[in-house]
């Protein structure tokens, strides 16, 4: 059953249904409504107490919703079942399935609001019997009531009274839990629910609205200044207008040795801060959006209007006069559009301005003072010690850098220092990050000096920089937050993205894997839902994952290429011979991999299919083969010249001789593993015998001359049907022998052509192969390769009579011959035919 949840989110609309009716199989043919939810509650039980995730518990929810939209469940019956198990220890599940119901049937769900409040409300029978309880079931409301809110096929103005009095209960649990100290690890999913449900609210808040309800940024600020007050034993508030007020207390909330609090308090005001400011900009955002909407309901308004008085100005005036009534018209109309295009510019930088200045560096914003708080939960020794501080205050450091830029900009080191040290210990990084001048500072630079004693080793301190960095969970949370900030601010974090592609290699650890993963499934996100270009070097270290010890990420790279070999704009074939030329780079970094670079290629290669492509990567490859080929025919002439106890190190561009080798081999089997059709074979003998273009790989490297020779081979076989070779039957005894003796009858069309291409390739390959180096670097005479081969390609002979199709494979072999004599003539090795002219 586990593998049916995933395919609901397939993006091929058989597949869902195919999952959504396995599901209606196993949970609710042959059933009632009211027995059918009592086996989804069993059914929720059981994976929520046993191995489920998040994702397994969002795919049922899809496939309850998608199972009630196709009318396979009685939603009216089903909805009142639920609700009936409220008061039991079902409630938790009956919650999560209710949620689904809200996003097919909002008015059965709806209509049960009443009986909510009546439950769940102040000393409800379904409210829970402790915090835990109450926060888990809280957060389960919260999302159903979202998940409500935001179905387009319900008006929440009926029901917006009782909506905002669940929505108020919810706000009083929370803060309750935060005074009371009855904080549990729930609290915080709570408190992030019912702060997304006030912001969903105020979208619908009407002019009769609460001021909660119109202005929940208001009222999120002031739960935060009392939370901070109450944290911080000072009255924060009363120095709202006082700058020396402000830092004074943050300080005095970071550093007082007198205040004595729970790190799941001090987290909880930092996880609010965090939370808060995204969601403010997220409203000032549906702001914007409204009123351009708004907006533009006015100017398609006002157009229909005019185009109403055009209507009748033609019925009532002569036909000159209202066609000038309506040329006027339309340059009115035209004028207000350009109008509408301006104002609308100048509202954009107004809301930026206001998100960049305001919301974090304004003098009076609740946001800035903050900022120490934040910074000190990965700078402060005191306060990142506990796991739960150092994480909140990392992922709410990233929702400040997703608002502001500026902010973003000055920070990002901070960020990546932790995520990807360079070397054993980047505490003085830490340390002097947060340039300040501030006593946490300080206090960070002197932890720093004792965490980099020799004599002592590294410290396993719990606020050291060494368990701070190999904390997994928090890196792995931060690997997801630079995914949003380089979507958010591509400029800014696209210089660091490097090191976020060296996340993807490294060391096989358990913990190592598992951030790996992280990484790739990132990168995997952005690359196919077009957030960023796929870059070579991200597809060169994603190509070696394919064959992973790691299964799940070795599932995920194969995905990625599998994905983007899909799409029209060719990505793969446009970066194949980059990806194949420095493919041995990162062998290192990629460990033990079965096949090695030789198995990954052939991989890669069977995405290239199309006859199109293979011609064009027959001359990419070849012209990356020569020039590696070169490089390295020059290094062992110099080492040669030079003498054999002096070693060459490289050449001019720092690549040394046993690269340049690995490049070549890559190269060489990408270039024969390939399928090569009959016009492929021409464009290969183009390069090879013609131009000359492969020349010095040839004399110089076996494995180029394998790889021909393997393409001669695998060109000579009979094709039996339309399939692959691979997949052809192989030929045994006489038949074998006479399929791949050479033809020595009369050869015409197309066919001769290829046979005689395949003779003077062999031949070229072998001269090279047996002769001397220096002499594969002169050009060949052309009584030995050249001329014969060119003779034979440009005179094929006449077509046998009866076969009636000979003209058209003749006429295609005349007109490549010319072709080939002109490119042979071009390059100046040899006069050709017309030599004894």
């Given at each position: 059953?586990?593998?049916?949840?995933?395919?609901?989110?397939?993006?091929?609309?058989?597949?869902?249904?195919a999952?959504?009716?396995?599901f209606?199989?196993?949970?609710?043919?042959?059933?009632?409504?009211?027995?059918?939810?009592?086996?989804?509650?069993?059914?929720?039980?059981?994976?929520?107490?046993?191995?489920?995730?998040?994702?397994?518990?969002?795919?049922?929810?899809?496939?309850?919703?998608?199972?009630?939209?196709?009318?396979?469940?009685?939603?009216?019956?089903?909805?009142?079942?639920?609700?009936?198990?409220?008061?039991?220890?079902?409630?938790s599940?009956?919650?999560?399935?209710?949620?689904?119901?809200?996003?097919?049937?909002?008015?059965?769900?709806?209509?049960?609001?009443?009986?909510?409040?009546?439950?769940?409300?102040?000393?409800?029978?379904?409210?829970?019997?402790?915090?835990?309880?109450?926060?888990?079931?809280?957060?389960?409301?919260?999302?159903?009531?979202?998940?409500?809110?935001?179905?387009?096929?319900?008006?929440?103005?009926?029901?917006?009274?009782?909506?905002?009095?669940?929505?108020?209960h919810?706000?009083?649990?929370?803060?309750?839990?935060?005074?009371?100290?009855?904080?549990?690890?729930?609290?915080?999913?709570?408190?992030?629910?019912?702060?997304?449900?006030?912001?969903?609210?105020?979208?619908s808040?009407?002019?009769?609205?609460?001021?909660?309800?119109?202005?929940?940024?208001?009222?999120?600020?002031?739960?935060?200044?009392?939370?901070?007050?109450?944290?911080?034993?000072?009255?924060?508030?009363?120095?709202?207008d006082?700058?020396?007020?402000?830092?004074?207390?943050?300080?005095?909330?970071?550093?007082?040795?007198?205040?004595?609090?729970?790190?799941?308090?001090?987290?909880?005001?930092?996880?609010?801060?965090?939370?808060?400011?995204?969601?403010?900009?997220?409203?000032l955002?549906?702001?914007?959006?409204?009123?351009k909407?708004?907006?533009?309901?006015?100017?398609?308004?006002?157009?229909?209007?005019?185009?109403?008085?055009?209507?009748?100005?033609?019925?009532?005036?002569?036909?000159?006069?209202?066609?000038?009534?309506?040329?006027?018209?339309?340059?009115?109309?035209?004028?207000?559009?350009?109008?509408?295009?301006?104002?609308?510019?100048?509202?954009?930088?107004?809301?930026?301005?206001?998100?960049?200045?305001?919301?974090?560096?304004?003098?009076?914003s609740?946001l800035?003072?903050?900022?120490?708080?934040?910074?000190?939960?990965?700078?402060?020794?005191a306060?990142?010690?506990?796991?739960?501080?150092?994480?909140?205050?990392?992922?709410?450091?990233?929702?400040?850098?997703?608002?502001?830029?500026?902010?973003?900009?000055?920070?990002?080191?901070?960020?990546?220092?932790?995520l990807?040290?360079?070397?054993?210990?980047e505490?003085?990084?830490?340390?002097?990050?947060?340039?300040?001048?501030?006593?946490?500072?300080?206090?960070?630079?002197?932890?720093?000096?004792?965490?980099?004693?020799?004599?002592?080793?590294?410290?396993?301190?719990?606020?050291?920089?060494?368990?701070l960095?190999?904390?997994?969970?928090?890196?792995?949370?931060?690997?997801?937050?630079?995914?949003?900030?380089?979507?958010?601010?591509?400029?800014?974090v696209?210089?660091?993205?490097?090191?976020?592609?060296?996340?993807?290699?490294?060391?096989t650890?358990?913990?190592?894997?598992?951030?790996?993963?992280?990484?790739?499934?990132?990168?995997?996100?952005?690359?196919?839902?077009d957030m960023?270009?796929?870059?070579?070097?991200?597809?060169?270290?994603?190509?070696?994952?394919?064959?992973?010890s790691?299964?799940?990420?070795?599932?995920?790279?194969?995905?990625?290429f599998?994905?983007?070999?899909?799409?029209?704009?060719?990505?793969?074939?446009?970066?194949?011979?980059?990806?194949?030329?420095?493919?041995?780079?990162?062998?290192d970094?990629a460990?033990?991999?079965?096949?090695?670079?030789?198995?990954?290629?052939?991989?890669?290669?069977?995405?290239?299919?199309?006859e199109?492509?293979?011609?064009?990567?027959?001359?990419?490859?070849?012209?990356?083969?020569?020039?590696?080929?070169?490089?390295?025919?020059?290094?062992?002439?110099?080492?040669?010249?030079?003498?054999?106890?002096?070693?060459?190190?490289?050449?001019?561009?720092?690549?040394s001789?046993?690269?340049?080798?690995?490049?070549v081999?890559?190269?060489?089997?990408?270039?024969?593993?390939?399928?090569?059709?009959?016009?492929?074979i021409l464009?290969?003998?183009?390069?090879?015998?013609?131009?000359k273009?492969?020349?010095?790989?040839?004399?110089?490297?076996?494995?180029?001359?394998?790889?021909?020779?393997?393409?001669?081979?695998?060109?000579?076989k009979?094709?039996?049907?339309?399939?692959?070779?691979?997949?052809?039957?192989?030929?045994a005894?006489?038949?074998?022998?006479?399929?791949?003796?050479?033809?020595?009858?009369?050869?015409?069309?197309?066919?001769?052509?290829?046979?005689?291409?395949?003779?003077?390739?062999?031949?070229?390959?072998?001269?090279?192969?047996?002769?001397?180096?220096?002499?594969?670097?002169?050009?060949?005479?052309?009584?030995?390769?050249?001329?014969?081969?060119?003779?034979?390609?440009a005179?094929?002979?006449?077509?046998?009579?009866?076969?009636?199709?000979?003209a058209?494979?003749?006429?295609?072999?005349?007109?490549?011959?010319?072709?080939?004599?002109?490119?042979?003539?071009?390059?100046?090795?040899?006069?050709?035919?017309?030599r004894?002219?």
């Amino acid at each position: 059953f586990n593998q049916v949840l995933g395919l609901i989110w397939s993006r091929h609309v058989n597949v869902r249904e195919a999952a959504v009716e396995a599901f209606n199989r196993m949970h609710l043919e042959g059933r009632d409504a009211k027995t059918a939810m009592v086996g989804l509650l069993e059914m929720y039980r059981r994976g929520c107490t046993g191995d489920w995730t998040y994702t397994h518990v969002a795919s049922v929810q899809q496939l309850i919703q998608q199972a009630a939209t196709l009318g396979h469940i009685c939603p009216k019956t089903a909805v009142a079942s639920l609700v009936e198990a409220f008061p039991g220890p079902d409630c938790s599940y009956a919650l999560r399935a209710l949620a689904a119901f809200a996003g097919s049937h909002a008015e059965e769900v709806a209509g049960e609001l009443p009986r909510f409040m009546e439950l769940m409300g102040p000393g409800g029978a379904a409210a829970g019997s402790n915090a835990l309880e109450r926060q888990e079931r809280i957060r389960l409301l919260c999302q159903l009531l979202q998940q409500l809110h935001n179905n387009s096929a319900w008006q929440p103005a009926a029901c917006g009274n009782i909506l905002w009095e669940l929505t108020q209960h919810a706000v009083h649990v929370v803060v309750e839990a935060f005074v009371l100290g009855e904080m549990t690890p729930q609290w915080f999913g709570a408190c992030q629910a019912v702060m997304d449900l006030s912001f969903e609210l105020s979208t619908s808040a009407t002019s009769a609205s609460s001021a909660g309800q119109r202005c929940p940024d208001k009222l999120w600020e002031q739960i935060l200044c009392k939370m901070t007050e109450g944290l911080a034993g000072s009255k924060m508030a009363a120095c709202a207008d006082t700058a020396e007020g402000e830092g004074h207390s943050a300080e005095q909330l970071v550093q007082s040795e007198e205040v004595k609090v729970s790190s799941l308090r001090v987290g909880g005001v930092i996880f609010v801060a965090g939370h808060l400011a995204l969601r403010m900009l997220v409203l000032l955002e549906s702001l914007q959006s409204a009123l351009k909407k708004q907006r533009q309901l006015e100017v398609d308004a006002k157009l229909e209007e005019q185009r109403e008085q055009r209507e009748k100005n033609k019925e009532g005036k002569k036909k000159k006069k209202g066609s000038q009534v309506e040329v006027q018209d339309v340059g009115a109309a035209d004028t207000g559009g350009m109008g509408i295009a301006g104002q609308e510019e100048r509202e954009a930088e107004a809301f930026a301005a206001l998100v960049e200045q305001r919301l974090l560096y304004g003098t009076k914003s609740l946001l800035d003072k903050m900022k120490p708080l934040l910074l000190a939960g990965l700078l402060n020794p005191a306060v990142r010690g506990a796991p739960v501080l150092r994480r909140l205050a990392a992922i709410s450091l990233c929702k400040f850098m997703t608002i502001s830029k500026q902010f973003c900009q000055d920070y990002l080191q901070l960020l990546f220092s932790v995520l990807f040290p360079k070397g054993e210990e980047e505490s003085s990084v830490l340390g002097s990050a947060w340039d300040g001048g501030s006593s946490v500072a300080e206090l960070c630079e002197e932890a720093s000096l004792q965490d980099e004693r020799p004599s002592q080793g590294r410290s396993t301190a719990p606020g050291s920089v060494a368990v701070l960095l190999e904390d997994t969970t928090l890196r792995q949370s931060l690997l997801v937050a630079v995914g949003d900030l380089l979507f958010r601010h591509p400029n800014v974090v696209e210089p660091w993205s490097d090191r976020l592609y060296a996340a993807l290699g490294g060391s096989t650890k358990n913990s190592r894997s598992e951030l790996r993963l992280t990484a790739l499934l990132v990168l995997t996100h952005l690359v196919l839902n077009d957030m960023m270009k796929p870059r070579a070097v991200l597809l060169m270290r994603a190509l070696w994952l394919t064959a992973s010890s790691h299964e799940a990420t070795a599932r995920v790279a194969r995905i990625l290429f599998q994905e983007l070999s899909k799409r029209s704009s060719n990505v793969v074939y446009n970066l194949l011979p980059e990806i194949i030329a420095r493919l041995p780079e990162y062998k290192d970094q990629a460990g033990a991999i079965p096949g090695g670079a030789e198995g990954r290629i052939r991989f890669i290669m069977q995405f290239v299919e199309k006859e199109k492509h293979v011609e064009g990567l027959v001359d990419k490859l070849s012209i990356r083969i020569e020039e590696k080929a070169s490089g390295a025919a020059v290094t062992a002439a110099e080492s040669l010249n030079v003498g054999e106890t002096q070693e060459v190190e490289g050449d001019v561009d720092g690549c040394s001789a046993a690269s340049r080798q690995d490049a070549v081999s890559c190269l060489a089997w990408a270039l024969g593993s390939m399928s090569y059709s009959d016009r492929c074979i021409l464009r290969l003998h183009d390069v090879i015998v013609a131009r000359k273009g492969l020349n010095v790989a040839l004399a110089y490297h076996p494995v180029v001359r394998d790889s021909v020779m393997g393409i001669i081979e695998r060109a000579r076989k009979p094709k039996v049907g339309r399939g692959k070779d691979a997949g052809a039957e192989p030929i045994a005894g006489e038949e074998a022998a006479a399929a791949a003796a050479p033809d020595q009858g009369p050869r015409g069309g197309a066919a001769g052509a290829v046979a005689t291409a395949l003779e003077a390739i062999e031949r070229t390959v072998k001269l090279l192969g047996e002769g001397e180096i220096a002499q594969a670097l002169v050009p060949l005479p052309d009584s030995s390769v050249e001329a014969p081969a060119v003779e034979a390609a440009a005179q094929p002979a006449a077509p046998v009579s009866g076969r009636g199709r000979g003209a058209a494979p003749k006429r295609k072999a005349e007109e490549a011959a010319p072709e080939v004599e002109r490119k042979v003539r071009g390059r100046g090795r040899g006069a050709g035919r017309g030599r004894g002219a």
